[in-house]
């Protein structure tokens, strides 16, 4: 079979190509596009655990594997008024920071000096569990004000930077 050249156009395309993020960016819409599985009714959000630029493991906010979600149950915090970040141990869900670091225990895999890439800064349980876990870093777009969580992370020499 003989290949024809395509005709020229007498029109020209212009494409305005967006700049190559670099690899923080990356990981964090990477994170953005996890946030949209989690099935929290009152925040979405997504973690990425990185090392050496590859993708360690993934969690999103929501209900542990097999149980109902809170799309479907409905929120017991907002039912009961309680504010963002307090009384977590009424949740129904896991954070997306703890849903990471358990997916990678799960299949044993090392998060020893990765970094985290998260939509939102961690609150003060996950800032255990990433220091516990050897997390070196967390790299966030958005959240909300954890002292506790801010002093125990500077305390153990987590580098945290907002982008």
Known sequence: MKHRPLAESSKTVSLQVSPRPNWDE???DIAALIARRA???????GAVLVKDRRIL???Y???PTGLRHCLDLGCLREQQNIP???RH??????HAEQNSIIQAAFHGVSVKDATLYCTNYPCVICAKMIIN???ARIIFREGYSDQLSQEMLQEAK???TQL
């Open 26 to 28: 990356y990981f964090l």
């Open 39 to 45: 099935t929290c009714r009152r925040r979405s959000v």
């Open 57 to 59: 493991a993934t969690g």
């Open 61 to 63: 906010n929501g209900a």
């Open 84 to 86: 963002s970040g307090e």
């Open 89 to 94: 141990e009424l949740c129904r869900g896991l």
């Open 133 to 135: 876990a050897g997390i």
């Open 158 to 160: 987590v580098e945290v």
